[in-house]
């Protein structure tokens, strides 16, 4: 395979949980019609981003795998001929939850899943509450269309993790995300939060001489404490090559992301720059510290 036909669906997720699975189903079949072959949803699709709260009652949210999600999905896929990468909360037994994303093979077999590494717990972003912290490393998962660096949100800001995906011979690096303003900062402020997004991840794809796709979902969402403004997700998702070259990019509002990948460009750029070659693997040891006292 020398090009890949990707589709990022920017997406809203509202409830009930149906609603979400309506607009998902939509785009994704939209998306394969047009000859997407993979296809990605943003992080926690499902429904709304729940963890602006912590409330108990919210763990009734968490579903197990297999489970309603990744059978629904499952069976699109297999329908599609599509690779398909979707995000859930994951139950893994009562009081053991992670922040998944599962990889969907063309034949509705579940081909892989990444549970997120590293869990903020900031204002608006509460998911320590709720997610243990993923425990199956950073091991790409085998496709059809390739070897998937399937990564989350919060991962985006650690370059260790994309490095860690490029090691074990990762082809495409993806992040579903769920990310955007509190109303309250100035706009300023807001394009300086969207402009690191994009340029740290842009970084991994070019320190990696990976291609990258990070898909955001879109709207605004409430917070149903009332103790903020709630939380305006700021799209932009976007696809890069692997120097770092926009190669398609959205903006706020609801879209799908189309873009063609040229699967030969990490081996040329590879060979011009060939970063992995030149690491100092025996001056990191230090990296394994928590800080440098």
Known sequence: MKTLKVALIQQPCPDPPDEARRISDEAVRQAAGRGARLIVLPELHCGPYFCQ????????RAEPIPGPSSDHFSALARELDIVLVISLFERRAAGLCHNTALVIERDGTIAGRYRKMHIPDDPGYY???????GDLGFEPIATSVGK??????????????ARLMALAGAEILIYPTAIGWDRRDDETEQKRQLEAWRTVQRG?????????L?????GHEPDPSGSSPGITFWGNSFACG????????????????????DLRRSEQVRRIWPFLRDRRIDAYGDLLKRFRD
């Open 204 to 212: 991994h794809a070019i320190a990696n001489g990976l291609p990258l």
């Open 148 to 161: 998937l660096g399937l990564l989350i949100c919060w991962d985006q800001w650690y370059p260790e993790a």
């Open 127 to 133: 998911e320590k509450f709720y997610f243990t912290p």
């Open 242 to 261: 692997p120097q770092g070259e926009l190669l398609a990019e959205a903006g706020v509002e609801k879209t799908e992301l189309r873009v063609e990948i």
């Open 214 to 218: 990070a898909v955001n979902r879109v």
């Open 53 to 60: 709260q912590e409330q108990s009652e919210t763990f009734d």
